[in-house]
């Protein structure tokens, strides 16, 4: 497995000849150009929007509305610092719309998605309703690996979220999602 970016040249040999070809640079592209982009036929035009997304004792508050497409990268949101082995609350509020789900996951192991265990961290016990706040607990492994990675909030939502879900289309056409640094 390639780790960092690297030269590469071909050779190649016929009839005991032996050619070499020109170095090529094969370069790595950043876990953070890997994450995929989830999607909603509808958005979150019609209450089924995020409206905060905040982490009680950090520096993560963040209001936002309704984005078209319903997908927004914070990546200017400053990252609030979250310990190994410490436990906090994610909360998502959500729009006028009266059925309200959200889900939340973290890439602990910084491999640019969300599909390994323990990844989907959080999500809502039934709808919290018109203009509900989720409030999600979460436990940061032990053994997450030190650094900035990702976030993923899926709110806004008619049904509730799986697990499975923090990728293209969701249980409901209708929410909004929003990616964080932490």
């Known amino acids: 497995n390639q780790t960092a970016s690297t030269f590469y040249r071909c050779r190649v040999t016929c009839s005991g000849n032996t050619g070499t070809s020109s170095s090529l640079l094969v ?3 950043p876990t953070s150009s890997c994450y995929c982009t989830p999607t909603y036929s509808f958005g979150c035009g019609l209450g ?5 997304v905040s982490i009680p004792g950090t520096t993560l508050n963040n209001a936002s509305a309704c984005s078209t497409p319903p997908f927004t990268y ?3 949101v400053a ?9 906090y609350t994610v909360n998502v509020t959500m729009g006028a719309d009266p059925s309200q789900h959200a889900r939340v996951w973290f890439d602990w192991n910084q491999d640019g998605d969300f599909s390994d265990p323990g990844e989907a961290a959080g999500t809502t016990n039934g709808s919290v309703g018109s203009n509900g706040t989720a409030v ?3 436990t940061v492994p032990a053994d997450a690996v ?3 990675t990702r976030m993923r909030v899926r709110g806004g939502n008619d ?3 799986t697990a499975t879900q923090a990728c293209g289309v969701s ?7 929003e990616d964080y640094n932490v």
């Open 136 to 138: 999600m607990a979460i």
């Open 48 to 52: 089924d929007a995020i409206t905060n």
């Open 171 to 177: 249980s409901s056409s209708v929410g909004e999602a």
């Open 146 to 148: 030190i650094g900035t």
């Open 74 to 76: 914070y990546s200017s």
């Open 159 to 161: 049904a509730a979220i």
């Open 27 to 29: 370069a790595m592209a």
């Open 79 to 87: 990252a609030p610092t979250l310990i190994a082995g410490g436990s």
